[in-house]
């Protein structure tokens, strides 16, 4: 078959001090950190949507990519050669899983029966060119925000006939994700939420979407799905209010419906920017409820309200990212670019360049990370900031073993406390930034 991307090679790697734009400098795939290959530690993926359908359209122009792979848009041709394009990609790159929404893959019909007869045979197709290859499907989802039908959401709306409708897609498209080998399938409430509260019930709303999530696990469970389901949170965009905001409270809203066991989250660096966190918080907060499971590695930019979807470029934010992963013992997912070119980025070259940015700064950051932990310092520190707990009392309370009035009379001979303690935020960052130019 001819190829797509002609003048572009299998991308190697050549090392830091290349200036090869086409090589990479840090991601190493067979290079072993802490035990484990790079390639292990680093299952980067491609997001179909951005990668082989977005061609730079925005709210004020319209393309400026070329994004046909020579043939005629919005014909089943296209997206075949979406498929060959984003496999010739993938193999150059030796990115080894891919993202999709239902409607990434093949153009939507004006009948749904139509469009999943597309998506059948266009499964069929992705499936053959897996044959031979260790390619495999790291997420798929539903897209429930595109369409007018879902302006009100799809398990929030207020039709029951939207939500059936929505139920359907969701059931296909986890389908798709079983028939792929995806590891797991994705909830991103684009339009769970609201505009007002003049007009929405919110505890209605919520208990339908669980309701729905509940059905999609039992559904899927029942045709071999043994993944993870995933929330990915974000504050808002499209709505002004979406309801899982962030980790902590998609954790919540898990819990609370009895989901927990079968979900974890899929955090995303822009979404969790967005929320007024950094990156590394809810990765945190996922990892200590045992709920970090998957990521979306861009991007956002510190000057813009809203999410840019950058490549990732920032190795302060991905060693500290990586710091995170490490210590949960890696992820069940993986390293999903949920990122796209900037629209003057518009050629094949920047397609590359991109994606060998992403993986060389995951890359660089799992190096870092890795030697933040061999080095210990931050460890050592943390430890001794808490070391006063290993005392009679610190356990005591620890266990569960004191009360109110005992800690009173406690305090009441103690007389007041010593300060506690420096936390040192200074030294430590002197230590990241250390590390980080060794
Ligand atoms: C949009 C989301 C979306 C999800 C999948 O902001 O990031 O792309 O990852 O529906
Ligand atoms: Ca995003
Ligand atoms: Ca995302």
Redesign the pocket.
């Given at each position: 078959m001819k190829e797509i991307f002609e003048n572009i090679p299998v991308i190697p790697f050549e090392g830091k001090d290349s200036d090869n734009p086409l090589a990479f400098k840090y991601y190493d795939a067979d290079r072993v950190i802490l035990g484990k290959k790079m390639s292990e530690h680093l299952p980067f993926a491609m997001?179909w949507?951005h990668n082989l359908c977005a061609a730079g359209t925005d709210m004020f122009g319209r393309d400026t990519a070329d994004k046909s792979f020579g043939a005629e848009k919005g014909t089943m041709e296209h997206a075949k050669a979406k498929v060959d394009a984003g496999f010739e990609f993938m193999k150059k790159l030796g990115i080894k899983y891919f993202?999709f929404?239902d409607v990434d893959l093949v153009p939507e019909a004006d009948d749904i029966k139509e469009t999943n007869r597309r998506l059948d045979e266009i499964s069929d197709y992705i499936l053959e060119k897996m044959k031979g290859t260790d390619i495999k499907c790291l997420w798929g989802?539903a897209?429930m925000?595109g369409n007018p039908r879902f302006m009100n959401g799809a398990g929030s709306t207020n039709s029951v006939d939207v939500y059936a409708f929505a139920a359907k897609k969701k059931k296909k498209a986890l389908d798709l994700t079983v028939k792929l080998g995806g590891r797991g399938y994705?909830f991103?409430g684009?339009r769970e939420g609201y505009e007002t509260l003049l007009n929405t019930d919110v505890k209605f709303e919520q208990e339908n979407i669980a309701k729905l999530m509940h059905m999609a696990v039992d559904y899927g469970r029942s045709i071999g799905f043994t993944g993870d389901f995933y929330i990915?949170p974000?504050p808002k965009?499209p709505m002004k209010h979406q309801y899982d905001f962030d980790a902590a409270t998609a954790i919540g809203f898990l819990r609370q419906y009895g989901l927990d066991k079968d979900f974890k989250l899929?955090i995303?660096a822009?979404?969790a920017t967005l929320a007024g966190h950094t990156f590394q918080h809810d990765l945190r907060i996922s990892a200590i409820n045992g709920m970090l499971g998957s990521i979306?590695a861009n991007q956002g930019d510190t000057l813009l309200g809203w999410?840019t979807?950058e490549f990732p470029f920032n190795v302060y934010e991905a060693t500290m990212c990586m710091y995170e992963v490490l210590k949960n013992g890696g992820l069940t997912g993986g390293f999903?670019f949920?990122s796209k070119n900037r629209r003057p980025s518009y050629t094949e070259e920047d397609m590359f360049y991109a994606y060998i940015l992403g993986m060389d700064t995951f890359a660089l950051g799992l190096i870092k990370a890795a030697e933040l932990i061999e080095d210990g310092r931050l460890d050592r520190f943390v430890e001794q900031k808490y070391s006063s707990w290993n005392s009679e009392l610190g356990k005591k309370i620890r266990n569960n073993e004191t009360t109110l009035e005992e800690l009173f009379r406690y305090a009441e001979e103690m007389g007041a406390p010593e300060l506690p303690g420096s936390g040192r935020q200074e030294y430590l960052e002197g230590i990241v930034n250390n590390i980080l130019f060794k």
């Open positions: 997001a949507w993202c929404h989802t897209n925000f994705v991103w684009g990915e974000k965009e899929n995303e822009n979404h979306d999410d979807d999903n949920d």
